[in-house]
């Protein structure tokens, strides 16, 4: 089953999700592609939509701005 499919919405990279997908499932999945739950930016065609960073640029803008906590990305809640 595939649980996540990265899309373009406007020009940022998104994440469709199915809903049935358990959460490690879809942190797994992402983890993968290189990606990252940054945010919940609702439904689209019956799937859950959720905009995500890019790991490597989020350690690169971490090492340039010191970033507090570089893993504290925002996650939906239920992730």
């Keep these: 089953m595939n649980s ?3 899309i373009d919405v406007d020009g940022v990279t998104h994440a469709a999700v199915d809903p049935a997908a358990s959460a490690a ?3 797994q999945a992402l ?3 290189g990606f ?3 945010m919940d930016a609702g439904t689209l065609d019956g799937q859950r939509l959720v905009e995500v960073v ?3 640029e989020w350690r690169a ?3 340039k ?3 507090p ?3 504290a990305l925002y996650r939906p809640p239920g992730w």
């Design 69 to 71: 906590d570089p893993h």
């Design 61 to 63: 803008y971490d090492r």
């Design 65 to 67: 701005f010191g970033l």
């Design 31 to 33: 983890r993968e592609m």
């Design 54 to 56: 890019d790991i490597d």
């Design 36 to 38: 990252a739950a940054a």
């Design 4 to 6: 996540v499919t990265l």
């Design 25 to 27: 499932e879809v942190e």
